[in-house]
């Protein structure tokens, strides 16, 4: 039986497709934002005069994944693109209720297929799937649930534990997830005949959620992946220098949950001559809260897929104290491109002893102390860095498709 993919956003969902397709699996691929040069809104990167137009295919690159067959993919985003704006410009509270109405729009946009009368199971994504698995299981098609976050009843646990140190690190957005939002999670799960997530950290918060046996019964750990063609063409990591500062490396939502407070904190202890900080993404922490670090930071906003391989080569460890993760793709690229990983043990457990530290607790002085550790001991980061790319062909996309396919046939799909 064929499995169709569909998320309204990205995520690792294209990567799912592709696996599908080499598969000769995919019934199709449902997305808001796929690059087509040739079709709206992608030409007008063509048209429009510099610097809109080299801005446009910077972003457009982003949702490029020339691999898939266009045949196979379906897309109706306007709303996604708007929603993308939105987030751009800071106004949050307009983003989340566009992520909603883009949801259930995306929904009716295959909800024909899911009546048609071809078999085919359903591969989702959590917050964009249960419209269309109530659909789905009223045909009897088979549902998996991709959650690609943890239960966000054990988040907002999370979260209330670091507010009243860290409250002025949060935007409003960030402190709590909405009771309406956790209890359509819980309905997904119910639909799902299996619930996928990316790390045994992300199952253990569904387990302590929902003491369901049935729901624990669902779930399965698959790990996902990098993409290793992307990652293909970089040079073997060369030594540290020995008397310049180590460069260390922070990428992804610039948030509270993912630790970044910590990584401040850290640096502003550690002289300029012995460390340098690189944030690449979003910063979604207030500007005054951020201003007594900027000086100590090299800041880059959120960038092309395409360019995340060189700015992770050029550095030399990747950095991830998060509190609450469903996985962490971005630390399986970091070991692809020669990244030593300092990393808390709620996300995708990608470190091991030969190629960094996992963190006993999430503090600024574990991550302190961390950073100082390979500062200190610039072999030892040098043999962290040598392993790393050996260790990150055990997340390739080869390997990913391989567990997709053993898995559909442990399911009978």
């Keep these: 039986m064929n499995v169709a993919v569909f998320h309204p956003g990205t995520q690792h969902s294209w990567q799912t497709a592709l696996a599908l397709q080499q598969l000769q699996r995919l019934e199709w691929y449902a997305t808001s934002i796929f690059y087509q040069p040739n ?13 809109i137009g080299p801005r446009l295919h910077q972003e457009f690159r982003r949702f490029s994944h020339p691999q898939l067959d266009p045949a196979l993919v379906r897309t109706a985003g306007v709303i996604e693109w708007i929603e993308r704006i939105a987030r751009r410009a800071n106004l949050r509270g307009l983003a989340v209720q566009l992520d909603e109405l883009g949801n259930k729009r995306f929904s009716a946009s295959i909800a024909a297929d899911l009546t048609s009368s071809r078999p085919f199971a359903m591969w989702g994504y959590n917050g964009s799937s249960l419209e269309s698995f109530e659909l789905a299981r009223a045909n009897g098609r088979r549902c998996i649930l991709d959650r690609t976050n943890g239960d966000f009843a054990i988040y907002n646990q999370k979260m209330a534990q670091i507010r009243d140190a860290y409250g002025a690190w949060f935007l409003p957005t960030e402190l709590e997830i909405a009771a309406s939002t956790i209890a359509h999670g819980r309905r997904e799960y119910e639909l799902a005949d299996t619930i996928l997530v990316g790390s045994p950290f992300a199952a253990a918060t569904i387990r302590e959620a929902v003491d369901d046996p049935v729901t624990a019964a669902k779930l399965r750990v698959l790990n996902y992946c990098y993409d290793e063609a992307l990652f293909a063409n970089l040079t073997p990591p060369r030594p540290v220098d020995r008397s310049g500062p180590v460069k260390f490396l922070f990428m992804g939502l610039v948030i509270p949950r993912k630790g970044i407070q910590h990584v401040l904190e850290a640096i502003a202890r550690i002289p300029p001559s012995a460390a340098h900080l690189t944030i690449v993404g979003d910063m979604m922490i207030p500007r005054k809260t951020f201003a007594p670090y900027a000086d100590r930071v090299t800041h880059i906003p959120t960038v092309a897929r395409a360019d995340v391989p060189k700015i992770m080569h050029d550095h030399h460890v990747l950095m991830l104290p998060s509190y609450f993760e469903g996985a962490g793709i971005v630390l399986y690229e970091a070991l692809a491109s020669g ?75």
């Design 39 to 51: 079709r709206l809104p992608y030409r007008l990167e063509r048209i429009l005069p510099a610097p």
């Design 339 to 413: 990244c030593a990983l300092i990393q808390s043990r709620n996300c995708a457990e990608a470190v091991t002893p030969g190629t960094g530290i996992m963190l006993d607790s999430i503090d600024t002085e574990s991550v302190y102390a961390a950073m100082m550790a390979a500062i200190e001991d610039r072999d030892r980061l040098d043999c962290w860095r040598a392993a790393a790319p050996v260790e990150a062909q055990n997340y390739t996309f080869g390997r990913y498709r391989d567990n997709i396919a053993a898995m559909l046939g442990e399911l009978g799909i």
